[in-house]
């Protein structure tokens, strides 16, 4: 399987919730390892500081409409994270998952098509139900796997990159974690975290820091060398499913 551009295999990376201090210390290191973005965005609260009590994030102020245009101008790319960040179910998917993306649209006066499962992969099965006819092309979820063309793009697996996980499986953070495994398949890697912060995560399962985030950035570039597609997931999307209207 050949990506684009003769490349062999794929590296995205995600931020849930996209909050604005990603811009101090994560975006710059993007600029710098030539890596595009993404962040997931809860449609109710762009440019808004969070309101979703009990979140390690909650209070932290999100980026605003214009802050997200310059990171699209720099190739970054949006997804719906929900309405409200509520977990869906069969009762709430109409807003949290289908009115949600008309929001969304609204307040970033841009296209979304893709969801992202906000909290865990409890909500996916009512999400999924109702994501395509609302316009979703992708759906995120929280599996951890190593995504290939053939993977469907209503079930796009992620690597959650934190610096340690609790039992019963403990581990700590691995700036190889799955990128041989991907060059071998001719898969695609899409990185999961919120804010990676210097010296120490702002919750240790759900980010690393951003000197690891810089490890998981130099490992890509020297184990992808110029073998890897650095893309944000819109992009891989719309090729895959442009590669598959092709065939048809
Ligand atoms: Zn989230």
Known sequence: MAWPNG??????????????????????LHRQYGVPGHVALVAGQVGVPRDVPGSSFDGWMILSRAELDGLCAEGWGVSCHGMTHAAIGPDNADVEVVQARATLEQALGRPVTMFCVPGNNDSYPSALQVAAAAGY??????TDMVNTPETDLMALGRVP???????????????????????????????????????????????????????????????????????EPNEVVAWLT??????D
Do not use: N
Not at 8 to 26: K, M
Not at 137 to 142: D, F, G, L, Q
Not at 180 to 205: F, K, M, N, S, T
């Open 137 to 142: 092309r992708a759906i995120m979820t929280i």
């Open 242 to 247: 442009d590669r598959e209207a092709a065939r």
């Open 161 to 231: 990159i934190h610096t340690r996980y609790p039992g019963p499986f403990f581990s700590v953070f691995d700036p190889y974690k799955r990128l041989h495994q991907a060059r071998d398949l001719g898969g695609w890697v899409i990185d999961y975290c919120h804010c990676p912060l210097p010296g120490q995560p702002v919750h240790e399962a759900k980010d690393c820091t951003l000197e690891e985030l810089e490890q998981r950035f130099e490992t890509v570039r020297r184990v992808g060398g110029d073998e890897v597609w650095l893309a």
């Open 7 to 28: 490349k062999r295999w794929v590296y995205s990376i995600t931020y849930d919730e996209g909050v604005q201090r990603l811009l101090e210390h994560a975006v710059p």
